[in-house]
């Protein structure tokens, strides 16, 4: 159980397109979806946090033009990136948040690797 | 504010030998502590979690940790390494908010 899919697992993008990463969990609703940016050789670096028919929350620096946020279901999070340049290029990592049980509990998907040219 | 401090960066044991991955965590509060294995590549996977139920905590591949309130710590250890341990674990502590605070993150390096 607790399965978060991320989709795609890689993509490549031209410099000023726009693209979409999908972020699922497959077998529990969440009562929170998280997405997270990681550098080689590094912790995860929170992005923004997600409530189903909510507004995200972003973190301090993260530019909400820029990394669009849709949570439209308990078991669906898109994370878009808008224009996306070379500096957009990293590790996308998403999770889910379960009462799992006693405490909630994050649950990762496989993560994303964005490549922009 | 909660925090958490994983001692090394880079740990080296041999295969079969005792894996220690130190975590010291620092919390105003009672902690919810974790640890999570990623792989190259890969996303993170759960290894076990500290819920108050019991200090010692055993997860999945053998893992196991301790909490010590006295030392702020949730030591990761397991007795006898494989191969297929090597990669990089992260402790973390749940925040106020519901956010998950990450240490640095330690590479474990196997050696045959």
């Known amino acids: 159980g607790a399965v978060v899919s991320q989709h795609p697992s890689w993509v490549i993008c031209k410099s000023g397109t726009s693209v979409k990463i999908e972020c699922r969990s497959l077998?529990?609703?969440?009562?929170?979806m998280f997405w997270y940016r990681q550098f080689p050789k590094q912790s995860l670096m929170l992005m923004a946090t997600?409530?189903?028919?909510?507004?995200?929350?972003?973190e301090q620096g993260v530019e909400k033009d820029k990394f669009l946020i849709n949570h439209a279901s308990l078991t669906l999070s898109t994370l878009t990136v808008t224009s996306a340049h070379p500096e957009d290029s990293s590790f996308y990592i998403c999770?889910?948040?379960?009462?799992?049980?006693?405490?909630?509990?994050?649950?990762f998907g496989p993560g994303t690797r964005l490549l922009v040219l | 504010a909660q925090s958490v401090t994983q001692l090394g960066s880079h740990v080296s044991v041999s295969e079969g030998a005792l894996v220690l991955l130190r975590c010291n965590y620092s919390?105003?509060?009672?902690?919810?502590l974790f640890w999570y294995v990623q792989y190259p590549n890969q996303g993170l996977q759960l290894l076990l979690k500290?819920?108050?139920?019991?200090?010692l905590v055993k997860g999945i591949n053998g893992f196991e940790a301790e909490f010590k309130k006295s030392e702020t710590s949730f030591h990761l250890t397991k007795p006898s390494a494989h191969m297929s341990d090597a990669a990089e674990y992260f402790c973390a502590v749940r925040g106020n908010t519901g956010k998950l605070i990450f240490g640095q993150g330690t590479t474990l390096q196997v050696k045959p």
């Open positions: 919390s105003s509060v009672p902690p919810y």
């Open positions: 500290y819920t108050s139920a019991a200090t």
């Open positions: 999770s889910a948040s379960v009462l799992d049980p006693g405490v909630e509990t994050q649950y």
């Open positions: 077998d529990f609703q969440a009562t929170t």
């Open positions: 997600s409530n189903e028919g909510s507004k995200a929350t972003y």
